[in-house]
């Protein structure tokens, strides 16, 4: 059974307290579903409790990758689940609005490049970084790359691309390998053991914000991880 001493600094579960009452979500705005996460001041560590709810209630076929930690998470230490938790000025409690009530609240969590920055337009994510994050999953026994079937969210496009080019390579190397692309968000990868659904939504970051098609909009991103079944 996984204790909190299985979890890197990296490494979290999407679950996440409420802060104001969710009687309702659904019937609330973008900004008050929000609120109803967002803490005031940065969280410097989870309680016990909550640390063990998030691994009792870890989900080992729904997993959510982002390209690389902010600066902040250079203050994160292991075990502390607290990644994609930092809240206080970041915008974590936005993910965790449009994770609300989803099949994806529970998910993994975790980066693909271990590197602290938060200008992640300098930070390259490479195949190796998405054969590691593999390599991780089986240490968590969330995959065993046997009947794995599992749906992944991959946050922004960087993150997308490499698992996209970390399958093709797949596929390359094996032509009973397939990849389907259901969409210019989203395509599946099968082999002859395990089915792999890839689902990318856009970077939830404080410069991500506005009316553009690939800038975070709640409401759509919610919408979007809904239909993953």
């Given at each position: 059974?996984?204790?909190?001493?299985?979890?890197?600094?990296?490494?979290?579960?999407?679950?996440?307290?409420?802060?104001?009452?969710?009687?309702?979500?659904?019937?609330?705005?973008?900004?008050?579903?929000?609120?109803?996460?967002?803490?005031?001041?940065?969280?410097?560590?989870?309680?016990?409790?909550?640390?063990?709810?998030?691994?009792?209630?870890?989900?080992?076929?729904?997993?959510?990758?982002?390209?690389?930690?902010?600066?902040?998470?250079?203050?994160?230490?292991?075990?502390?689940?607290?990644?994609?938790?930092?809240?206080?000025?970041?915008?974590?409690?936005?993910?965790?609005?449009?994770?609300?009530?989803?099949?994806?609240?529970?998910?993994?969590?975790?980066?693909?490049?271990?590197?602290?920055?938060?200008?992640?337009?300098?930070?390259?994510?490479?195949?190796?970084?998405?054969?590691?994050?593999?390599?991780?999953?089986?240490?968590?026994?969330?995959?065993?790359?046997n009947n794995d079937d599992i749906k992944f969210i991959a946050i922004?496009?960087?993150?997308?691309?490499?698992?996209?080019?970390?399958?093709?390579?797949?596929?390359?190397?094996?032509?009973?390998?397939?990849?389907?692309?259901?969409?210019?968000?989203?395509?599946?990868?099968?082999?002859?053991?395990?089915?792999?659904?890839?689902?990318?939504?856009?970077?939830?970051?404080?410069?991500?914000?506005?009316?553009?098609?690939?800038?975070?909009?709640?409401?759509?991103?919610?919408?979007?991880?809904?239909?993953?079944?």
């Amino acid at each position: 059974m996984l204790t909190k001493n299985d979890f890197t600094n990296f490494d979290s579960v999407a679950i996440w307290e409420p802060q104001n009452s969710v009687n309702n979500f659904d019937n609330l705005n973008d900004e008050e579903k929000v609120k109803c996460f967002k803490t005031k001041n940065t969280v410097k560590k989870l309680d016990g409790s909550s640390i063990k709810t998030m691994i009792h209630g870890m989900k080992k076929d729904r997993i959510i990758v982002g390209k690389n930690p902010g600066d902040k998470g250079k203050d994160i230490d292991n075990h502390t689940l607290l990644a994609f938790h930092i809240q206080g000025k970041s915008n974590d409690a936005s993910l965790a609005a449009a994770l609300y009530n989803t099949n994806f609240w529970g998910a993994f969590m975790t980066d693909l490049n271990h590197e602290y920055n938060s200008n992640s337009s300098n930070v390259k994510a490479k195949i190796l970084d998405v054969e590691h994050l593999f390599d991780r999953l089986k240490q968590l026994n969330i995959t065993t790359n046997n009947n794995d079937d599992i749906k992944f969210i991959a946050i922004g496009n960087d993150a997308f691309n490499t698992f996209k080019d970390y399958f093709n390579e797949l596929k390359n190397h094996n032509h009973n390998n397939k990849i389907n692309v259901i969409s210019d968000r989203q395509f599946e990868f099968n082999d002859n053991n395990n089915h792999y659904l890839i689902t990318r939504i856009p970077d939830y970051s404080g410069n991500n914000q506005g009316p553009r098609e690939n800038d975070w909009n709640l409401t759509k991103v919610n919408k979007i991880i809904k239909s993953i079944k």
